[in-house]
């Protein structure tokens, strides 16, 4: 069993900074991409940013210049700093993993339970 769990979501004023972390946990071979997505009300789950496990990054345009995401390799984690944080932030953040539990296993999508971040004064 694999689990994803978020965490450092929260209310935070426009202008702001937060740091999201998620931890795999569980019979894991191998970690490939990590990344963050998010979901408004209303609206579909949108790429935030993601991380391979040599390092390359991708980031959505809309949060280019204010989103770093960063990994620990060695202990299954993934990292999200946004700064200069806008309303339209706003929405539940979704950690992805794309994995192995085998050697001999096909690579599969693991996503997290989600951790909200609302940005409001």
């Known amino acids: 069993q694999v689990q994803l769990v978020e965490s450092g979501g929260g209310l935070v004023q426009p202008g702001g900074s937060l740091r999201l972390s998620c931890v795999a946990s569980?019979?894991?071979?191998?970690?490939?991409?990590m990344g963050w997505y998010r979901q408004a009300p209303e609206k579909q789950r949108e790429l935030v940013a993601v991380i391979t496990s040599g390092g390359s990054t991708n980031y959505a345009d809309s949060v280019k210049g204010r989103a770093t995401i960063s990994r620990d390799n060695t202990k299954n984690t993934v990292y999200l700093q946004m700064n200069s944080l806008k309303p339209e932030d706003t929405a539940v953040y979704y950690c992805k993993a794309d994995l192995r539990r085998g050697v001999l296993d096909p690579v599969s999508q693991y996503w997290g339970q989600g951790t909200q971040v609302t940005v409001s004064s």
């Open positions: 569980g019979s894991i071979f191998s970690i490939s991409v």
